[in-house]
């Protein structure tokens, strides 16, 4: 039996992790495991390579991807998918383990509606995926912007000002969620939650006249770019207002221990599913258990907006 393994989307800290889980359950059940490089892309490209248990020496602790990721538009297509197909059957791989987000999962959705065995694990810093409570990358992430927060909450205070962190997530505001709620931000804007900017003022002001030095305002991207609130919280308050846009930092570093278990969990997970013949799924996190949902149906499942704890991070942040 041969398995095909490729990382797609934006990569995450912990793909490595997930990567190096795979190959090892794989040969140690001796089957053999082609590394697929550069994504979807790469694999219309035929760069494709067998991998080793020494392919995946020490890389359980590096962030990126050793086999490097992309965004295929090509593959979006029918076409694309198609010669997917084709280049696996070529190669004898018999099934493909995508690690990757919502978009890679319709990549390998695709290729399962031609019968190609496919699995799919959940690898964005985003979280925005509806089927699991977790995807790879997503607690790093939260951690690389909690140290940050640290960083800028001494220098907002040491200047008596505001300051907006923004943060990635698409249309998710999970990172800015979790890592507000642990970082103690006295204000979130998220795309879940409609935003009333004179209100978010005035509890700013509140704690100013009660004596904060500082005000985090955590900013998710999806709701637009941090310089226009700005101008709009700094004309409402009249207090120096600064922003940060933490970027690409967020998907980079060592994951984290829970991002390196999670990966191992899934990795294995993948492989035993693939040896017990149930493929056509995304392996996914649910209530601390590991899972696999038909990818048909994981992709209609809605992310669930946590707003239980988007009031608790009000309430503990006045
Ligand atoms: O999906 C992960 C993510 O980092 C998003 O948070 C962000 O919007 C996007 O990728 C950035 O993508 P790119 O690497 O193509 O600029």
Do not use: W
Not at 5 to 14: E, F, M, Q, R
Not at 103 to 110: E, L, P, Q, R
Not at 218 to 235: P, Q, S, T
């Amino acid at each position: 039996m041969r398995i095909g393994v490729l990382t797609s989307g934006g990569d995450a800290p912990g793909m490595n992790a997930a990567i190096r889980a795979i190959v090892r359950t794989a040969i140690f059940n001796k089957i053999e495991v082609y590394g697929i490089n550069r994504g979807f892309a790469g694999l219309l490209e035929e760069d494709i390579t067998p991998m080793s248990v020494y392919s995946v020496a020490d890389i359980l602790q590096r962030g990126g991807t050793i086999l490097r990721t992309s965004r295929s538009e090509f593959f979006a297509t029918d076409a694309g998918v198609k010669k997917g197909a084709e280049v696996l059957a070529e190669y004898g791989i018999d099934h493909l383990i995508v690690i990757g987000g919502d978009g890679s999962t319709k990549g390998a959705a695709a290729l399962k509606k031609l019968g190609v065995s496919v699995i799919v694990i959940p690898g964005t810093i985003d979280n925005d995926m509806g089927c699991s409570d977790n995807s790879i990358g997503f607690d790093t992430a939260v951690t690389t912007a909690l140290d940050a927060i640290s960083k800028i909450r001494d220098t907002t205070s040491a200047h008596n000002r505001i300051n907006i962190v923004q943060v990635m997530g698409r249309k998710c505001g999970d990172i800015a969620l979790y890592a507000g709620l642990s970082g103690g931000a006295e204000a979130l804007i998220l795309p879940e939650v409609k935003t009333d900017i004179d209100a978010i003022c005035e509890r700013l002001l509140q704690g100013k006249d009660r004596g904060k030095l500082h005000s985090i305002v955590m900013l998710a991207e999806g709701c637009g770019n941090y310089m226009d609130y700005c101008v709009k919280i700094e004309e409402r308050t009249q207090v120096t207002t600064r922003g940060t846009n933490l970027g690409y930092i967020q998907r980079g570093g060592s994951p984290s221990n829970a991002d390196r278990n999670l990966a191992c969990f899934m990795g294995y997970n993948a492989v035993m599913n693939i040896i017990r013949k149930t493929t056509g799924c995304v392996i996914v996190q649910r209530c601390g258990s590991y899972l696999g949902i038909p990818l048909e149906e994981a992709l209609q499942m809605k992310k669930i907006f946590r707003q239980d704890i988007y009031e608790m991070a009000s309430v503990l942040s006045i």
